[in-house]
């Protein structure tokens, strides 16, 4: 069985019929060849004036016993005081189906009944006079019989009956309960009234996916799931005129069955809903909000909607990276992830239309609601440029900082959410480098531009002007903007553009080919460094006439080359 359908989307076929005095029409049920309950060998005392009633078994818990006017099915075994049967419901493989009280039945049976509970068991003595009396029934009961019947109460409903819901667990929290035309997800166990089981969600490890309200379920499984709340548990009794009726479903419910199903609601979303956005934890200082064509990256956790954890960025400790607004990931996650700041935490709902839809991928099933847990790390434009910020300057600011020259710096790095990287605070030394010539990555280079001796500044640098993709494994994430305070400790100025060094001092006339060690008439920058001259270095510096030495750059190479005025 596929769960509790309508009745009209499903083959129909009619139970056997059986004749008899007491026969009436019969279903099949699961069960049928279960042995019979035995008949006692002899009769208990018993003056046989009047209907004798022994309780043999009665259920501890009874919320409804038999009235006039109820309909029931029960097993049943019919034999004489000498213990020669007669009848049995079991032998047929079927229910005894009939109304109480009503006269359908000998006047014995229809007192018998009543008051008994699903599953209790009577053993029931009727006398003649409220059996077949004098008349008896040719060929099978002979006049003035006594007739002793073991009975088994198996279902009793009555057609004033409505569905029956006791909800045994319900979440704290409940925003939102099923409406007509929403879609749900749950799983269940469907059983008759007396336990008997005869289907079952959680045997197929599947949940039961469906609209609510529209004719797509059987209408007391409508009108059972309406209200509930995600996490909820409760158990649906319904009539069969509001199940399959008397037909049963051609399969495993027979004819006239109450149905009890024990629900627990997974999952509930509309076809109109759109994303839900709940604010978990905005930062109070939020200069920029993410938008359309910003890279992200973030942290989350991934759940249905009753809590199943199917993802974790935490698990595999790594972001996860990418384009917001492009379509790089499920509309959903696209949609709300915009107008995000670094720092903030928020929990994204997203309904399975914009999600992976109905066959979902993964861990994620089929029309699943998603609920992401995000904490954004940081996030870029690929357009963005170094950002400077001044926290302090000098009075006296009028020396400033230029490529060539040569810096020492103290530096405090971290990520855009706080997180420290380095600092030469922690190393007890200087950061010293020479402004312009590539020993630091490009944003830290133009984040240096136009420093004084003693200014402080925070310099943010997007990926692309920092450690780009890669970062560097185990100390920068990739795709990382980076934050730099920095204060400005010394400054050396540094050569003219163009120089590599100058000369300050007596110039040899020769001085050219004494450089030229190879004689090409080229001087590579390795050449007069190798010539351990006192102006090689960025501190003493000797200037060397324009008309004899000039810098050149070629394919990356530098050299001098003698200059003709």
């Given at each position: 069985?596929?769960?509790?359908?309508?009745?009209?989307?499903?083959?129909?076929?009619?139970?056997?019929?059986?004749?008899?005095?007491?026969?009436?029409?019969?279903?099949?049920?699961?069960?049928?060849?279960?042995?019979?309950?035995?008949?006692?060998?002899?009769?208990?005392?018993?003056?046989?004036?009047?209907?004798?009633?022994?309780?043999?078994?009665?259920?501890?818990?009874?919320?409804?016993?038999?009235?006039?006017?109820?309909?029931?099915?029960?097993?049943?075994?019919?034999?004489?005081?000498?213990?020669?049967?007669?009848?049995?419901?079991?032998?047929?493989?079927?229910?005894?189906?009939?109304?109480?009280?009503?006269?359908?039945?000998?006047?014995?049976?229809?007192?018998?009944?009543?008051?008994?509970?699903?599953?209790?068991?009577?053993?029931?003595?009727?006398?003649?006079?409220?059996?077949?009396?004098?008349?008896?029934?040719?060929?099978?009961?002979?006049?003035?019989?006594?007739?002793?019947?073991?009975?088994?109460?198996?279902?009793?409903?009555?057609?004033?009956?409505?569905?029956?819901?006791?909800?045994?667990?319900?979440?704290?929290?409940?925003?939102?309960?099923?409406?007509?035309?929403?879609?749900?997800?749950?799983?269940?166990?469907?059983?008759?009234?007396?336990?008997?089981?005869?289907?079952?969600?959680?045997?197929?490890?599947?949940?039961?996916?469906?609209?609510?309200?529209?004719?797509?379920?059987?209408?007391?499984?409508?009108?059972?799931?309406?209200?509930?709340?995600?996490?909820?548990?409760?158990?649906?009794?319904?009539?069969?005129?509001?199940?399959?009726?008397?037909?049963?479903?051609?399969?495993?419910?027979?004819?006239?069955?109450?149905?009890?199903?024990?629900?627990?609601?997974?999952?509930?979303?509309?076809?109109?809903?759109?994303?839900?956005?709940?604010?978990?934890?905005?930062?109070?200082?939020?200069?920029?909000?993410?938008?359309?064509?910003?890279?992200?990256?973030?942290?989350?956790?991934?759940?249905?909607?009753?809590?199943?954890?199917?993802?974790?960025?935490?698990?595999?400790?790594?972001?996860?990276?990418?384009?917001?607004?492009?379509?790089?990931?499920?509309?959903?996650?696209?949609?709300?992830?915009?107008?995000?700041?670094?720092?903030?935490?928020?929990?994204?709902?997203?309904?399975?239309?914009?999600?992976?839809?109905?066959?979902?991928?993964?861990?994620?099933?089929?029309?699943?609601?998603?609920?992401?847990?995000?904490?954004?790390?940081?996030?870029?434009?690929?357009?963005?440029?170094?950002?400077?910020?001044?926290?302090?300057?000098?009075?006296?600011?009028?020396?400033?900082?230029?490529?060539?020259?040569?810096?020492?710096?103290?530096?405090?790095?971290?990520?855009?959410?706080?997180?420290?990287?380095?600092?030469?605070?922690?190393?007890?030394?200087?950061?010293?480098?020479?402004?312009?010539?590539?020993?630091?990555?490009?944003?830290?280079?133009?984040?240096?531009?136009?420093?004084?001796?003693?200014?402080?500044?925070?310099?943010?640098?997007?990926?692309?002007?920092?450690?780009?993709?890669?970062?560097?494994?185990?100390?920068?994430?990739?795709?990382?903007?980076?934050?730099?305070?920095?204060?400005?400790?010394?400054?050396?100025?540094?050569?003219p553009e163009g120089y590599m060094f100058v000369w300050n001092g007596e110039v040899s006339p020769n001085?050219?080919?004494?450089?030229?060690?190879?004689?090409?008439?080229?001087?590579?920058?390795?050449?007069?460094?190798?010539?351990?001259?006192?102006?090689?270095?960025?501190?003493?510096?000797?200037?060397?006439?324009?008309?004899?030495?000039?810098?050149?750059?070629?394919?990356?190479?530098?050299?001098?080359?003698?200059?003709?005025?």
């Amino acid at each position: 069985m596929a769960g509790p359908a309508a009745a009209g989307r499903r083959r129909r076929r009619r139970g056997p019929v059986c004749c008899g005095s007491l026969l009436l029409p019969a279903l099949l049920v699961s069960w049928a060849a279960c042995q019979a309950p035995p008949v006692p060998a002899a009769e208990a005392p018993w003056d046989g004036a009047d209907l004798s009633v022994e309780r043999r078994f009665v259920p501890e818990s009874c919320p409804r016993a038999v009235r006039p006017g109820d309909f029931v099915r029960y097993h049943y075994l019919g034999a004489f005081p000498d213990g020669t049967r007669f009848d049995s419901s079991y032998d047929r493989g079927s229910t005894f189906n009939v109304f109480v009280g009503k006269g359908q039945l000998i006047a014995g049976m229809d007192k018998a009944l009543v008051g008994m509970c699903v599953n209790e068991r009577r053993f029931v003595k009727i006398p003649p006079k409220l059996a077949y009396g004098s008349e008896g029934v040719s060929g099978v009961i002979p006049p003035n019989a006594v007739l002793h019947f073991d009975v088994l109460l198996i279902d009793l409903w009555n057609s004033e009956d409505e569905v029956q819901v006791q909800t045994y667990f319900k979440p704290e929290k409940c925003p939102r309960t099923v409406q007509v035309s929403d879609f749900v997800r749950y799983h269940y166990n469907g059983t008759f009234l007396d336990g008997t089981l005869f289907d079952s969600s959680h045997n197929r490890m599947r949940t039961y996916d469906t609209y609510v309200g529209i004719g797509w379920l059987i209408p007391g499984m409508d009108q059972g799931l309406l209200g509930m709340c995600v996490g909820e548990k409760r158990i649906i009794t319904i009539p069969p005129f509001l199940a399959y009726g008397e037909e049963g479903d051609g399969k495993e419910i027979p004819g006239q069955a109450s149905l009890v199903f024990d629900v627990v609601l997974l999952d509930l979303h509309n076809p109109k809903d759109g994303i839900t956005i709940e604010n978990q934890h905005v930062p109070e200082s939020c200069e920029r909000r993410s938008q359309t064509g910003d890279f992200l990256r973030y942290h989350y956790n991934g759940t249905l909607l009753d809590g199943t954890l199917f993802d974790s960025s935490y698990s595999r400790n790594h972001t996860y990276d990418t384009y917001v607004g492009k379509g790089y990931v499920i509309a959903g996650m696209d949609e709300g992830l915009l107008g995000v700041c670094t720092g903030e935490k928020r929990r994204i709902i997203i309904p399975p239309h914009l999600g992976y839809g109905e066959e979902g991928r993964g861990k994620i099933p089929g029309s699943a609601v998603l609920v992401f847990d995000i904490h954004v790390v940081d996030f870029h434009n690929p357009a963005d440029s170094v950002s400077i910020t001044v926290n302090y300057k000098p009075s006296n600011c009028t020396v400033l900082s230029k490529k060539g020259d040569y810096l020492k710096y103290h530096y405090n790095a971290s990520l855009l959410d706080g997180t420290l990287l380095d600092s030469t605070h922690s190393l007890g030394k200087t950061y010293n480098i020479v402004l312009g010539s590539g020993q630091v990555v490009v944003g830290m280079d133009m984040g240096l531009q136009d420093m004084c001796v003693g200014e402080r500044r925070t310099v943010v640098i997007p990926p692309h002007l920092g450690y780009g993709e890669d970062g560097v494994e185990g100390e920068v994430p990739g795709s990382a903007v980076l934050v730099f305070d920095i204060e400005l400790l010394e400054l050396v100025s540094g050569l003219p553009e163009g120089y590599m060094f100058v000369w300050n001092g007596e110039v040899s006339p020769n001085l050219f080919e004494e450089i030229d060690q190879n004689h090409d008439g080229e001087v590579l920058l390795e050449e007069s460094c190798c010539l351990q001259l006192s102006g090689c270095g960025p501190t003493e510096q000797h200037e060397m006439p324009s008309s004899v030495l000039t810098s050149q750059r070629e394919k990356k190479r530098a050299f001098i080359s003698l200059e003709n005025e």
